[in-house]
């Protein structure tokens, strides 16, 4: 049998998204309608691969994936299971910064600094599943409490799933409230840490580059897609991460 031209264009960069994402499309929307509750039993790898005519292994990795992110539960010798949505009662509940401010009883204000489309490099495509050279929208705002800037926002953004972020007021509202909006939240990845900061955080929080700052890592999930991912700078002597599990 003839083998396909190099140049014939393969499904995903033809457009037609990958199977294993409309296999997590389909469970999340499942259990965002409500149609599966947290410890219900979900239909079997094989079923799933029957359903949508893959190989097992593509049903695999969709379960497998949507496990590692806390969405399903995986029981060896007994099933898949709806997990505990535990993402809404952590650290990372995902508040906005203007809610946190507000919450202490301080004023809050932002200031965009930047907003472009920009193509994605191996590093971000990486991070949202897509093919090099995919449009992302990327956004940086300077978030102050009172009169202190107190976060620096660093997002880039699908634009799948967030087709109107580039029309967005910042000024009115804050990315987090925008894309909980219209890209409900189905999981989140996130790391904490230390560094110290590149000379252009250090100029817009006010601090020394000598001066660590506390470093927020999160990658948000929706609808089997990568919605967004953010680094979130913070001056270490003016904030603090709170929560608990």
């Not at 079997?44 to 806390?70: I, K, P, Y």
């Amino acid at each position: 049998m003839p083998e396909h031209p190099a140049s014939a264009q393969t499904p995903e960069r033809a457009g037609v998204q990958p199977a294993f994402k409309r296999i997590k499309a389909h469970v999340l929307g499942q259990i965002q309608a409500g149609h599966w509750k947290e410890g219900d039993a979900i239909p079997s790898e094989q079923v799933l691969a029957n359903e949508f005519g893959v190989a097992r292994m593509t049903a695999n990795r969709a379960l497998r994936e949507l496990s590692d992110d806390r969405i399903l539960l995986r029981v060896q010798g007994s099933g898949t299971y709806v997990a505990q949505q535990r993402f809404q009662s952590t650290l990372l509940e995902i508040h906005s910064i203007a809610e946190e401010i507000h919450a202490r009883g301080h004023a809050h204000r932002s200031e965009l600094q930047r907003l472009e489309r920009v193509t994605a490099d191996e590093v971000a495509a990486a991070d949202f599943e897509l093919a090099a050279g995919q449009p992302l929208f990327r956004s940086v705002v300077l978030h102050f409490e009172d009169a202190l800037p107190i976060q620096v926002e660093d997002r880039a953004v699908n634009p799948a799933l967030a087709p109107d972020y580039m029309q967005l007021d910042f000024s009115r509202t804050t990315a987090n409230e925008y894309l909980m909006r219209v890209a409900p939240l189905a999981g989140v990845r996130y790391c904490i840490e230390a560094r110290l900061p590149p000379p252009e955080i250090a100029a817009m929080l006010q601090i020394e580059e000598s001066q660590p700052s506390l470093v927020l890592c999160r990658k948000t999930l929706s609808r089997g897609q990568v919605a967004s991912v953010a680094t979130l700078w913070h001056p270490a002597d003016r904030y603090q991460f709170t929560g608990g599990f």
